[in-house]
């Protein structure tokens, strides 16, 4: 009986010392790390598209709201960067832009091309939309259209700010164009692109 004890016993401790080999103990601990992160990956939920950043809303300063002209705005592109968008009118809406999900905005309350005052257009940052807006340059050209002129602008400053950094879209003495869309990871961020009017004309 005794020596079925010291067998067993003999047995247990041989087990317990392979198993704090270092090589076995590290095999072991890289099973662990591989089956928590399926576990995690398995249960930890997505971020529904409608709850993600790029939907939400745009704020418009109070400078904005009291002017309700209409916007002449109708086309935006970046040709270096294949960008060719239609462009609609962004109404404020509870002190927030509404934004297009076929095209891009151009908010309401902002100045229209050729006007001294900040141009703001927006857009999803989507394949077909603003996604190659990333990719912009300094001296890249942007031109817009209005129903009845074109106007270019070329690009001075490119930077991303969080959402609530609203005075990059604050109104302005002089005219500029003030391009942005999401950016960062889960679209925490805004990207937002600058440029200043060149050679416009007829």
């Known amino acids: 009986m005794r020596k079925t004890r010291k067998n067993t016993f003999g047995k247990f401790r041989a087990s317990a010392k392979r198993l704090l080999d270092p090589n076995i103990t590290r095999s072991i601990l890289g099973v662990l790390f591989v089956i928590l992160g399926f576990i995690f990956l398995l249960t930890v939920p997505t971020i529904p598209q409608n709850l993600r950043a790029d939907r939400e809303p745009i704020t418009a300063g109070r400078e904005f709201a009291k002017n309700k002209k209409e916007s002449q705005v109708v086309r935006i592109t970046v040709p270096a960067r294949d960008i060719d968008l239609e462009v609609k009118h962004a109404k404020i809406s509870q002190g927030y832009w509404e934004t297009s ?64 950094n609203i005075e990059t879209i604050a109104p302005t003495n002089n005219e500029i164009l003030t391009l942005f869309t999401c950016s960062g990871f889960f679209d925490e961020k805004r990207l937002i692109v600058k440029a200043y009017p060149v050679g416009n004309g007829e």
Not at 128 to 135: S, T
Not at 139 to 158: A, F, N
């Open 101 to 164: 999900e076929d095209s891009a905005s151009h908010g309401e309350g902002t100045a229209n091309p050729g006007e001294r005052g900040n141009v703001v257009i927006f857009a999803h940052a989507r394949e077909g939309f603003f996604y190659n807006l990333k990719d912009v340059q300094k001296d890249d050209v942007v031109y817009v259209m209005t129903q009845d002129k074109w106007y270019r602008y070329k690009i001075s400053e490119i930077k991303t700010v969080y959402p609530n």
